[in-house]
């Protein structure tokens, strides 16, 4: 899903982010991605998380490990 918020739903409510992840230079986001997995009765949260790959982007930008 685009949208982070469920409301303690399997599915996301809305394709709205509301939840961040802040990154500053050198810093420079490779991926990021909304984690909706759940048992398949319930969601731990009323979010989904979220999460990213970073690099390192100062020059060449070296991947992060």
Same mark, same amino acid.
């Given at each position: +899903?685009?949208?982070? %918020?469920?409301? %303690?739903? =399997?599915? @996301?409510? !809305?394709?709205?982010?509301?939840?961040?992840?802040? &990154?500053?230079? +050198?810093?420079? &986001?490779?991926?990021? @991605?909304? =984690?909706?997995?759940? !048992?398949? @009765?319930?969601? +731990?949260? !009323?979010?989904?998380?979220?999460? @990213? =790959? =970073?690099?390192? !982007?100062?020059?060449?930008?070296?991947?992060?490990?």
């Amino acid at each position: +899903p685009r949208g982070s %918020f469920n409301g %303690f739903a =399997l599915q @996301a409510k !809305d394709d709205t982010r509301i939840d961040h992840i802040f &990154v500053s230079a +050198p810093w420079a &986001v490779r991926h990021f @991605a909304v =984690l909706a997995q759940h !048992d398949g @009765a319930r969601v +731990p949260s !009323d979010h989904f998380a979220v999460a @990213a =790959l =970073l690099n390192w !982007d100062e020059g060449a930008g070296a991947a992060c490990e």
